[in-house]
C-alpha cells in the first residue's frame, strides 16, 4: 500500500511540472505602488532632451563651455553642501542628472558635424583645368559668376593690402624725415647758440674796453656821422630815412633804455664802492651795520633794474642785444674786493713814504754829524 501510494505522488509531480512548462501563465499586472524595492517598477517617468536643456537654462546648439558653465553655477545654488539658501539634494540630483546627458548630446551633435564637414572637404571638386578656368587670374571655382565675384572679393582683399603697404611704407619715410629733421634743427640750434655766445662775449669785451678807455683816442670820436655811406650793401633810401630820424634827434626805445640801464649799474657800483671806502678798515659793530643798510638799498636798485631789464629784453629787436640779470650779491663781493685791493695799496704807499722819510732822517743826521766832526778837526 506504501508503495503504490509513493508512485502515485510522483506521477501526480511529473504530471503538474510537465503541464506548468507547457502552458503559459497569464502574468497578472501588479500596480507600481505595491512594488517598491523592484527599480523597473518605480515612478520615475523619462523626459525628454528639451526639458533637460530647460533645466540647465541652455538652449539647443549650445558649446561645451556654456553646459559647464551653467552647471557650475546651478551646483553653487543647489548643492547640498554649497551652504546657500537654496540648497536642495533632489534638484541637485536633477540637475546633475540634466547636465550628463546635455554634454553628451552637445558632444554628439559637435562630432557629427566635425565628420559632416570632413565628408564635404572630401566630396568638394577641385577646380579643374579647362579653358574657363583661366580667366579671372585662375581664382575661385563653381559657375562663372560665383567665380567673378570671388575675383571681384580677391581683388579688393588685394587693394586693400596695397593701400596698408602703401600707408606703412609713407609713415616710415615720414618718421624717417622727421628724424633727419630733428638732426638738423639741432645742428642749427647749436650753431645759433654759438653765434650768440661768441656775439655775447664780443660785446662784453667791447664794453669792457670803453669802460677802460680804449675807445677815448680814436680819431673820429665827438664828431657827427656822415650822412652818406659808401657801403654799396646798404639800402640808400633806408639809409636816408635813418639819417633824417637821427638829425631830428629820435632814438628808438629800446636804446634809451640801454642806455639809461648802464648809466644806472655805473652809478650804483660808484656810489657802493665809494660807501665802503668811506667806512674804511677794520669794521667796527657800528660800521658793519651800516654796510648792511647800505648793501640792502643796493639789493633795492639791483632788483629794480632786473625789472627795467626785463622790459627792455621784451622790446629790443635783435636777440643778441638781450641783457642778463645784475646779481647783487657777486657785485657787493667785487666792490668789498676792490676796495681791500684799494686799501692794500694805500698802506703800502704809505708804507714806502714812511721807509723813505726814516731814510731821509737817517741820511740828515749823517750828514750833521760829519760837519759837526769837520768842525771839531778845524
Known amino acids: 500500500m506504501k508503495w503504490f501510494c509513493v508512485v502515485l505522488w510522483r506521477k501526480i509531480q511529473c504530471h503538474f511540472w510537465a503541464y506548468s512548462t507547457l502552458v503559459l501563465k497569464k502574468e497578472k499586472q501588479v500596480p507600481y505602488y ?21 533645466l540647465l537654462k541652455l538652449q539647443e546648439g549650445c558649446s561645451l563651455d556654456d553646459v559647464r558653465n551653467s552647471y557650475r553655477d546651478l551646483a ?29 548630446d552637445v ?46 572679393q580677391f581683388r579688393v582683399d588685394r587693394a586693400s593690402e596695397q593701400v596698408m603697404e602703401y600707408r606703412k611704407q609713407k609713415m616710415e619715410s615720414q618718421s624717417a624725415m622727421s628724424s633727419t629733421m630733428l638732426a638738423k634743427d639741432i645742428r642749427q640750434s647749436k650753431k645759433v647758440k ?92 657800528h660800521k658793519t651795520k651800516l654796510w648792511n643798510e647800505v648793501c640792502e638799498q643796493f639789493t633795492e636798485n639791483i632788483n629794480k633794474l632786473n625789472k627795467r631789464i626785463n622790459d627792455f629784453n621784451l622790446i629790443v629787436p635783435i636777440l643778441s642785444r638781450q641783457m642778463v640779470h645784475f646779481n647783487a650779491n ?6 668789498q674786493e676792490l676796495c681791500e685791493v684799494q686799501i692794500k695799496k694805500t698802506r703800502a704807499e704809505e708804507n714806502t713814504k714812511e721807509i723813505e722819510h726814516d731814510r731821509g732822517r737817517e741820511s740828515d743826521l749823517k750828514t750833521s754829524f760829519l760837519k759837526w766832526m769837520n768842525l771839531i778837526l778845524k
Open 76 to 104: 553653487k545654488k543647489y548643492h547640498p553642501d554649497s551652504g546657500s539658501v537654496t540648497a536642495d539634494a533632489a534638484t541637485f540630483v536633477q540637475i546633475d542628472e540634466a547636465y550628463r546627458v546635455v554634454l553628451n
Open 194 to 285: 654759438i653765434t650768440q655766445a661768441i656775439e655775447r662775449l664780443v660785446e662784453d669785451l667791447i664794453q669792457e674796453s670803453m669802460a677802460k678807455g680804449d675807445f677815448d683816442n680814436l680819431s673820429g670820436r665827438g664828431k657827427p656821422l656822415r650822412k652818406f655811406s659808401d657801403c654799396p650793401h646798404i639800402d640808400p633810401m633806408t639809409h636816408n630815412l635813418n639819417r633824417i630820424l637821427i638829425d631830428n634827434g629820435y632814438q628808438p626805445e629800446w636804446i634809451i633804455m640801454q642806455k639809461e640801464i648802464r648809466e644806472t649799474i655805473e652809478k650804483l657800483r660808484k656810489d657802493l664802492i665809494a660807501s665802503r671806502n668811506k667806512l674804511g678798515d677794520p669794521m667796527t659793530l
Open 330 to 335: 657777486k657785485e657787493i663781493a667785487r666792490a
Open 107 to 152: 558632444a554628439e551633435k559637435i562630432k557629427s558635424n566635425e565628420k559632416e564637414d570632413e565628408e564635404e572637404d572630401k566630396f568638394k571638386s577641385v577646380a579643374p583645368q579647362h579653358r574657363q578656368y583661366l580667366s579671372f587670374e585662375g581664382i575661385g571655382f563653381g559657375t562663372p559668376s560665383q567665380r567673378e565675384r570671388q575675383y571681384m
Open 34 to 54: 505595491c512594488i517598491y524595492s523592484h527599480r523597473q517598477l518605480s515612478d520615475h517617468k523619462p523626459k525628454k532632451i528639451k526639458d533637460f536643456y530647460m
